[in-house]
């Protein structure tokens, strides 16, 4: 069954700090990758997605995420975080197979980003 | 102002009871969807549907019932049989594209029930 994978559950960073998430899905065929972030007491937001084309993507708030289909991943990054990037992030795959409109999620990413 | 809008943002349920939450959207979306939200486990499909009145079952479907009679609306009853229903439930919507692909979901701001 396919899967999505993100591989920190919590972390914790300093202000100022590079951020690197990880996402990793098991499908070989054609995919749409989605970041999705929630910060405490909001609703889940789009951060930043790919469907094709350039496989850096950049979102809102500084965010990017790169494509690697060699790799089956789509990790997110962030080369300075804040304070109020303190939220958690969700990965999430769409599989382009026929009238497939389902998307896969992560289990998330808790960041605690301490001033 | 073009949103999901989820109703009520907290809700209490009794054993035994049926209990229905409410999603509208105003963006002409298509396609919407119910989902749930526990810690740790990311979010899990219920229902969806792609047109009004259609709908197919998600992955944990059972214990919940949905109605799709107009396009801006997708209530979810969480019923009797729903044995651990307390959570945080999330609606989206997504525009249906031509080809059926490369839509986004965009999500209201989720009702949380908790059983008494």
């Known amino acids: 069954a396919q899967s999505v994978s993100q591989h920190n559950h919590h972390v914790i960073l300093s202000e100022a700090a590079s951020l690197e998430l990880g996402c990793n899905y098991s499908?070989?065929?054609?995919?749409?990758l989605f970041w999705y972030v929630q910060y405490p007491g909001q609703h889940l937001q789009l951060l930043l997605k790919?469907?094709?084309?350039d496989p850096l993507v950049k979102g809102i708030k500084g965010f990017e995420a790169e494509f690697i289909k060699s790799k089956f991943s789509f990790n997110l990054r962030k080369p300075s975080v804040q304070w109020s990037d303190t939220a958690e992030y969700f990965c999430?795959?769409?599989?382009?197979?026929?009238?497939?409109?389902?998307?896969?999620w992560g289990l998330g990413t808790s960041l605690a980003v301490n001033p | 102002d073009g949103g999901i809008t989820q109703s009520p943002k907290y809700l209490f349920r009794k054993e035994g009871q049926n209990v229905t939450l409410s999603c509208e959207q105003n963006?002409?979306?298509?396609?919407m969807y119910w989902y749930r939200q526990d810690p740790g486990q990311g979010l899990r499909l219920i229902y969806y549907?792609?047109?009004?009145?259609?709908?197919q079952k998600g992955d944990i479907a059972e214990g919940y019932s949905v109605s799709r009679e107009k396009k801006e609306s997708f209530p979810l009853t969480v019923t009797s049989a729903q044995k651990n229903p307390t959570a945080f439930y999330l609606c989206?919507?997504?525009?249906?594209?031509?080809?059926?692909?490369?839509?986004?979901?965009?999500f209201g701001p989720g009702t949380r029930l908790l059983v008494l």
């Open positions: 989206a919507s997504s525009i249906e594209g031509a080809s059926g692909a490369q839509e986004t979901q965009y």
């Open positions: 999430a795959v769409r599989l382009n197979t026929g009238n497939n409109r389902k998307l896969i």
């Open positions: 499908y070989g065929g054609t995919v749409n």
């Open positions: 549907s792609q047109i009004v009145n259609d709908f």
């Open positions: 790919y469907f094709s084309g």
């Open positions: 963006l002409n979306h298509d396609a």
